[in-house]
């Protein structure tokens, strides 16, 4: 038995821990869906995980381990980038965060908090409009994507050297995880990934994982992660002061504007899902 009674959650594959940073021997300890979960690396291609007595389902994907505390209804989503031999793959950071996943993954998609929040990195005033954008539920793939997102920046990237004008494109395959494909400053053909895997704690509290998978050969793993840390220090404390810290799912709790348009959508895609962990019910 388990704590969590919502089985859309229970059916999810979950982000618990960076492979890189599993010690090779000794049980480690965390908490999903608030349970306690214990995990150990076998080897370099294996990591079991116990609920109890029970062993869980693994899947180690992205640089990260994956586990269901049920039964999965389908594979992890696919992040093919991730597989290309000259990009650079950086679990740039595991930090916890006193807000509910949903929250952490409507913030994610919010380009309008860019030059107010992230200010001189990936946004600055005057620069504050979010233009029309276009965004859709492909309902084959079971996701969201918004494109045509375009956004003065000045420091893009940990490789970006002056302000730009950057594309970006918002995935989101998976309730607790999201995806961002930005325009790469070294080549202008591809896009560089800033993915964000929620591991749920609890309903209202994570562990929010990033991965950075980008064509960039002058910066250090280092440089990468300082810049990914950076923001995320910046997003911290705007999460754990929104209130409430489940996300309302009732289109009236909250007042819409254009840059929404994309959470407007995630939460109808949740209501659709019956997702209930980290979500406050629209009323019936």
């Given at each position: 038995m388990t704590q969590c009674s919502d089985p859309?959650?229970?059916?999810?594959?979950?982000?618990?821990a960076a492979i890189e940073d599993i010690p090779a021997d000794g049980k480690q300890k965390t908490q999903?869906?608030?349970e306690v979960l214990h995990y150990r690396k076998m080897d370099d291609t294996r990591v079991s995980v116990h609920h109890g007595d029970r062993k869980l389902p693994v899947t180690l994907a992205y640089g990260y381990v994956w586990t269901?505390?049920?039964?999965?209804?389908?594979d992890l989503f696919d992040l093919p980038e991730y597989a290309e031999s000259d990009r650079r793959n950086v679990c740039a950071a595991t930090v916890g965060v006193n807000v509910s996943a949903p929250r952490a993954v409507e913030n994610f998609l919010d380009m309008g908090h860019f030059p107010f929040v992230h200010t001189g990195i990936l946004g600055a005033?005057?620069?504050?409009?979010?233009?029309?954008?276009?965004?859709?539920?492909?309902?084959?793939?079971?996701?969201?994507?918004?494109?045509?997102?375009?956004?003065?920046?000045?420091?893009?990237?940990?490789?970006?050297?002056?302000?730009?004008?950057?594309?970006?494109?918002?995935?989101?395959?998976?309730?607790?995880?999201?995806?961002?494909?930005?325009?790469?400053p070294t080549d202008e053909s591809r896009l560089d990934v800033i993915a964000l895997f929620l591991q749920s704690v609890?309903?209202?509290?994570?562990?929010?994982?990033?991965?950075?998978?980008?064509?960039?050969?002058?910066?250090?793993?280092?440089d990468i992660r300082m810049f990914q840390q950076n923001i995320f220090s910046q997003d911290k404390p705007i999460l754990e002061n929104q209130l409430p810290k489940r996300l309302?799912?009732?289109?009236?709790?909250?007042?819409?504007?254009?840059?929404?348009?994309?959470?407007?959508?995630y939460r109808r895609w949740l209501r659709t899902k019956g997702l209930q962990y980290g979500v406050l019910a629209a009323a019936a």
């Open positions: 859309v959650a229970l059916a999810l594959w979950h982000p618990i999903l869906l608030g269901c505390l049920g039964t999965p209804e389908r005033e005057p620069h504050t409009e979010v233009r029309e954008y276009q965004v859709n539920v492909d309902t084959e793939r079971d996701e969201i994507l918004a494109t045509e997102c375009l956004f003065y920046q000045p420091q893009a990237a940990a490789g970006s050297s002056g302000g730009v004008m950057s594309d970006y494109i918002y995935r989101v395959p998976h309730p607790y995880c999201a995806v961002l494909y930005k325009s790469c609890d309903e209202e509290n994570i562990r929010a994982h990033a991965l950075v998978s980008v064509i960039d050969t002058q910066s250090s793993d280092l309302p799912l009732d289109p009236r709790a909250e007042t819409p504007i254009r840059a929404d348009k994309s959470a407007i959508a």
